[in-house]
C-alpha cells in the first residue's frame, strides 16, 4: 500500500502525535470520570492545571525543540534558578519592572547560548555539557544567595501591566501563563513546520553531516535552539516569581527530566530529527495531566512515578510500532 | 545541632543535641491549632488533618508528624493523611498542595511539616477559592510568605526554631566541654509565631541574620 491510498484516518492514527493524544484523552476522561464528584474538571482545578502546570510546560517546549535538533540540556532548571536570582537581584536595586523581565529574559538566551557554544565548538556532547551547566548555574545562584529564600512582591512596585501581563486572568477565567504556553507553542510550532530554519532544525538533528554537505551551519541551528530554550526559562522566571513574590534556590529543581519526558512521551526521538510542536505539547499537556490527576483522584502520591513510566514506555513503544507501520505502509 | 537522631541519644553516640525538638514543637504546633478549631465551634471527632512534606520519609517529616499525631490523639481527631508535596521546589509543592485541597474537601487543617509546604500553604488555599480561616492551617519557619499569611489570616501559626540560638549555643557548648566537661541537650526552638507582635519582632531581627 502507498501512501496516497491511505485513508485519512489510518493517517491519523499512524502519525506519532495521535498515539499521544489518546493517552491524553484517555487520561482525562478518566480522571474526569472516576475523581471523586468530578472535581478533575472543577474549574477551580482546570485553572491550577493550566497556571502552574503550564509554566513547566513552557520550558518543556524549548527542550523539545533541541530534542528534535539532536541535543539535550539537563540545564533548564538550574538557568531559571538563576534567572530568578537575577531578576530579585534588579528588583532590589529598584530597577523598573519590564527591564527587570528584560533583562531576565536576554540573561537566560546568553546562558542557553554558552549551553550551545560549548557544545558546538568543543564538540562535546549536550548531555555532558549541560550537566555541568546544570551544577554551575545552581550553584552560582545557591553561592550569591547564600541559599536563602528571599522576599520579591512585585505588587509593592506600581505597575499596571506587569502583573497581568505574567499571571493575570483573561476575561477574569483564563491563565495568563496558558496563554502564553499557547502562544509559545504555536510561534516554536510555525518556526518548526512552517519556517525554512525549521527544515534546517530537522536536518541538522537528522543527520547533521548531511546537513552541512547541504551548506546548512548546523552550529548556528543548535546554538539558536539553545538559546530558545534559555530564554523561555528566563520569561518562566519572571512568571514564577511574580506569582510566587518570592525567590528560592530550589527553583525548577527536578524539571529537566520532566522536560525530557514530555518530550519523549509526544513522540521526540532521543536520537534527533524526529517530533513535532503539536506532539510536544501535548506531551507537556499530559505530565501536567498526571502530576494533578492522581492527586485530585485520591491516589497516593508515590504512583505519580509509577504513572510516568508507564505512560513514557508506552509512548516509546507506540512511536516504534507507528514507525514500522509507517515504513510497511510506504513499501 | 539543628537535627537529631530519631531515637536522641541512644541512636547516634552524640556529646550533646542543641536544636529544636521537632516532636515537641510539632505537638505544640498542633494543639495551636486544634484550640483555634475548638475555638470556632468545629467538630473536631469528624476532623482530618492533612500534612504536607517535602520528603515524606526523611527524619524531619516523621518526627514532626509523630508530635502532631500525638495531639491528634487528645483532641479526638483520627482521620490524617500525610502527602508528597513532591520536593523542594515551590511550583511543584503548590500545585500538589492546591489539587489536594481540591479533591479533599473535608479537610479541616492543613499542616507544612517544612518550611516550603508552609511557604505555600495561603497561596495554595487562595488558589483553591478557601477564604482565611475556612482551613486552620500552620507549619514550620519564618519565611516572608508564611508571615504574610498569618498576617492575612491564611496561616494560624508557624514555629520558629531559631536557628540563630543553635550556632551560638553550639559554641557556647564547645567552650564549656573544654573547659568543665559540659554536655547539656538544649531545645532552642518551638517557638510559636501566632501574633503581628511576633511577627513584627522577627521582621525586624531578620535582616540581622538574628530571627
Avoid at chain 1, 541535543?71 to 527587570?100: H, K, M, N, T, Y
Avoid at chain 1, 502530576?291 to 508507564?310: A, D, Q
Amino acid at each position: 500500500m502507498n501512501d496516497g491510498r491511505m485513508s485519512l484516518g489510518r493517517k491519523l492514527l499512524l502519525s506519532r502525535s495521535s498515539s499521544v493524544l489518546i493517552v491524553l484523552v484517555v487520561l482525562v476522561l478518566g480522571f474526569a470520570i472516576l475523581s471523586p464528584e468530578h472535581r478533575f474538571v472543577d474549574p477551580d482545578n482546570l485553572k491550577v492545571l493550566l497556571s502552574l502546570g503550564s509554566e513547566f510546560s513552557i520550558i518543556a517546549l524549548g527542550v523539545g525543540l533541541l530534542m528534535v535538533c539532536g541535543e539535550f540540556d539537563l540545564s533548564v532548571g538550574s538557568i531559571l534558578v538563576f534567572c530568578s536570582f537575577v531578576f530579585l537581584r534588579l528588583f532590589e536595586a529598584q530597577v523598573p519592572l519590564f527591564f527587570v523581565a528584560l533583562t531576565t529574559i536576554l540573561v537566560g538566551a546568553a546562558l542557553g547560548i554558552i549551553n550551545g557554544l560549548i557544545t558546538v565548538r568543543a564538540q562535546i556532547p549536550s548531555f555532558v555539557t549541560t550537566l555541568g551547566t546544570m551544577m554551575m548555574w545552581r550553584g552560582l545562584a545557591l553561592l550569591f544567595s547564600g541559599g536563602e529564600q528571599k522576599g520579591c512582591d512585585v505588587s509593592t512596585v506600581p505597575s499596571r501591566y506587569f502583573l497581568p501581563f505574567f499571571t493575570g486572568r483573561i476575561g477574569g477565567v483564563f491563565p495568563a501563563q496558558a496563554f502564553w504556553f499557547i502562544v509559545f507553542a504555536v510561534f516554536l510550532g510555525i518556526l518548526l513546520h512552517y519556517h525554512r530554519f525549521g527544515n534546517w532544525i530537522y536536518a541538522t538533528g537528522d543527520n547533521r553531516d548531511a546537513a552541512r554537505a547541504m551548506g546548512i551551519n548546523t552550529d548556528l541551528v543548535k546554538t539558536v535552539c539553545f538559546m530558545i530554550v534559555g530564554v523561555l526559562c528566563g520569561f518562566v522566571a519572571c512568571a514564577q516569581i511574580a506569582r510566587t513574590a518570592c525567590f528560592t534556590s530550589r527553583a525548577g529543581e527536578g524539571w529537566e527530566l520532566k522536560a525530557v519526558a514530555a518530550s519523549v512521551v509526544g513522540g521526540t526521538s532521543l536520537r534527533g530529527g524526529v517530533g513535532s510542536m503539536v506532539g510536544i505539547f501535548i506531551g507537556a499537556l499530559t505530565i501536567s495531566v498526571i502530576e494533578n490527576g492522581l492527586v485530585v483522584m485520591r491516589i497516593p502520591y508515590f504512583w505519580t512515578y509509577v504513572v510516568f513510566g508507564l505512560v513514557i514506555l508506552f509512548s516509546v513503544l507506540s512511536s516504534m510500532y507507528i514507525e514500522k507501520k509507517q515504513r510497511e505502509a510506504h513499501r | 545541632m539543628n537535627n537529631d537522631d530519631s531515637e536522641g541519644a541512644v541512636g547516634n553516640p552524640r556529646l550533646c543535641y542543641i536544636g529544636q525538638s521537632e516532636k515537641a514543637a510539632a505537638y505544640r504546633l498542633a494543639r495551636r491549632l486544634f484550640d483555634e478549631a475548638k475555638a470556632k465551634g468545629i467538630d473536631l471527632s469528624k476532623a482530618h488533618v492533612a500534612m504536607a512534606a517535602e520528603v515524606p520519609g526523611a527524619n524531619y517529616a516523621k518526627i514532626r508528624a509523630s508530635g502532631i499525631l500525638e495531639a491528634m490523639k487528645e483532641y479526638g481527631i483520627t482521620s490524617y493523611e500525610i502527602i508528597d508535596a513532591g520536593g523542594l521546589e515551590m511550583t511543584t509543592v503548590e500545585a500538589r498542595e492546591t489539587a489536594y485541597l481540591l479533591a479533599h474537601p473535608e479537610t479541616t487543617f492543613l499542616i507544612g511539616l517544612g518550611g516550603i509546604c508552609t511557604d505555600r500553604l495561603t497561596a495554595s488555599l487562595k488558589a483553591a477559592g478557601k477564604q482565611p480561616g475556612e482551613i486552620i492551617a500552620g507549619g514550620f519557619d519564618t519565611t516572608p510568605d508564611t508571615l504574610a499569611g498569618i498576617k492575612e489570616g491564611y496561616v494560624t501559626a508557624t514555629i520558629d526554631q531559631q536557628q540563630y540560638l543553635q550556632g551560638y549555643f553550639a559554641v557556647y557548648v564547645l567552650y564549656l566541654y573544654n573547659k568543665y566537661g559540659f554536655t547539656p541537650n538544649i531545645d532552642t526552638g518551638g517557638y510559636l509565631v501566632d501574633s503581628p507582635e511576633k511577627i513584627a519582632l522577627i521582621e525586624k531581627l531578620s535582616p540581622e541574620h538574628i530571627r
